[in-house]
């Protein structure tokens, strides 16, 4: 069965760290583009950062960029993201998304392009 289980959310301060891990139970999610997408209460899903199969690109939200580290170990099929410098708006539930697209890299940006989604993980950031 297809499945995508995140770990490592968590409470953490203002400018700590946290490192997130998405598991892929299939052959067939291990060979996917793995994302991570964020929601915070009230607001829509927001693409956070992708790492891609074909290519090993790379690809973060604005908001992220800098702070924020995706990484894949295919042999294990397991991707990270590491979050640094913690902000209080980063405050969300962190979920884990695949996809078998592979095209313009502005595709990796949207949550409709991913088939498949973990349950999620909050992370909360108290200053």
């Known amino acids: 069965q297809d499945q995508l289980v995140e770990s490592g959310g968590g409470s953490v301060q203002a400018g700590g760290s946290l490192r997130l891990s998405c598991t892929a139970s299939?052959?067939?999610?291990?060979?996917?583009?793995l994302g991570w997408f964020r929601q915070a209460p009230g607001k829509e899903r927001e693409f956070v950062a992708a790492?891609?199969?074909?290519?090993?690109?790379?690809y973060y939200g604005d908001s992220v960029k800098g702070r924020f580290t995706i990484s894949r170990d295919n042999a294990k099929g397991v991707v990270f993201l590491q979050m640094n410098s913690l902000k209080r708006e980063d405050t969300a539930v962190y979920y884990c998304?695949?996809?078998?697209?592979?095209?313009?890299?502005?595709?990796?940006?949207?949550?409709?392009?991913?088939?498949?989604w973990g349950q999620g993980t909050q992370v909360t950031v108290s200053s």
């Open positions: 790492h891609t199969w074909i290519g090993d690109s790379v």
């Open positions: 299939t052959r067939t999610l291990r060979r996917c583009t």
């Open positions: 998304a695949a996809t078998t697209f592979n095209g313009d890299s502005g595709g990796y940006y949207q949550a409709g392009t991913y088939t498949y």
